[in-house]
């Protein structure tokens, strides 16, 4: 396959040749595997991505946290296994690594819904107010933000700022709104949401509460303000994972994309997680879970290939990438 022809698709599909008595999996691990021993490479996944893929990975975790691990080690690239902004956030805390990016196609629902043109023009139309972006933005957001948060860090960060600042808070309206009640604040939000997060069900919820009694709900904070209502525990998906790993409950209601459930159930065998479906699936056809698309491109057919070629890879222009790596500065000084 032609370079132009993996640009046009944004991964590169090569084929490959497995030897006999060995399956697709097993061999395409094992590939991978040394390709990271030849080229002093790391994988990191995402909570959400796959099983197999978070079974090879040197880190797994929220996004930021595994950009962060990443430019503590002195391997000279990284697979970011995740979506595109995610890849984009390693390479502003590693610029001098090689950073990959297995599907560049893997976007982001949340980060999409605001773009940087969007948010300098509401900028100026508020002259007055520090922007506060959360993590799951474009590098060209984070330029235009005076400060990053997470979902973990949120409440931490907004309630050191004085009492009397204005704030923009965006671009995910559920967590702005959660964190407005929690600290009393009036930030304004930016009306921008996880497609994932947003389709979680209140009445399966409820049923599943009646199915499963002793059942802890979680819930993340993406998720709209009626379900973070009925959960007994809210927050990002390491607060989640955190909790199950050290809580004598044995069930869990988990509303976060289903692709947690991997990494709950490798490190809790003895418990069972139960994921909250979405109101309606893409197809129309109720489903058991509620899975990001997105996250589910990275494969480990696209893993090997990009360790192969080095490619995608993530560059990010020097001028945004100055701006944008302050505001996750000013989180780090503050969380």
Same mark, same amino acid.
């Given at each position: 396959m032609l370079k132009t022809e993996w640009k046009e698709q944004g991964f590169i599909n090569e084929? /490959? *040749? /497995?030897?006999?008595?060995? $399956?697709e999996t097993e061999y395409l691990k094992e590939e991978i595997h040394k390709l990271c021993k030849e080229k002093d490479a790391i994988i990191l996944a995402h909570y959400y991505t796959i099983g197999d893929i978070q079974d090879i990975a040197d880190f797994v975790g929220d996004s930021l946290a595994l950009a962060r691990k990443a430019a503590e080690t002195d391997a000279r690239m990284m697979v970011m296994c995740g979506v595109h902004f995610m890849a984009e956030t390693c390479k502003l805390l590693s610029p001098d690594k090689i950073v990959l990016c297995p599907d560049l196609n893997a976007g982001c629902s949340l980060a999409d819904s605001c773009k940087a043109e969007d948010l300098k023009k509401y900028k100026e139309e508020h002259p007055d107010y520090q922007v506060i972006s959360y993590v799951n933005t474009t590098a060209a957001v984070k330029a235009l933000t005076d400060i990053v948060v997470t979902s973990g860090n949120a409440k931490k960060v907004v309630d050191q700022l004085p009492k009397d600042a204005k704030l923009i808070f965006g671009p995910d309206y559920n967590l702005g709104n959660y964190i407005n009640g929690v600290t009393g604040r009036q930030m304004l939000l930016w009306n921008g949401g996880c497609h994932v997060h947003e389709?979680? $069900? =209140? =009445?399966? /919820?409820? #049923?599943?509460?009646?199915?499963?009694s002793d059942a802890v709900v979680m819930a993340h904070l993406e998720c709209k303000g009626p379900v973070l209502e009925l959960a007994d525990i809210k927050g990002s998906t390491a607060t989640m994972l955190n909790y199950v790993q050290n809580s004598d409950k044995k069930q869990f209601i988990v509303a976060t994309e289903a692709g947690i459930l991997h990494e709950m159930q490798r490190t809790c065998p003895d418990k069972e997680f139960i994921p909250v479906p979405p109101e309606i699936s893409e197809s129309g056809l109720e489903? $058991?879970? *509620? #899975?990001c698309q997105y996250m589910k491109m990275n494969t480990l057919l696209k893993v090997y290939n990009c360790l192969k070629y080095e490619w995608p890879n993530i560059e990010i222009n020097q001028e945004v990438a100055k701006e944008a790596v302050k505001p996750i500065e000013r989180m780090l000084q503050l969380s």
């Open positions: 084929p /490959i *040749n /497995i030897p006999d008595g060995k $399956s389709l979680f $069900s =209140v =009445v399966k /919820i409820l #049923e599943l509460k009646k199915q499963y489903c $058991s879970c *509620n #899975e």
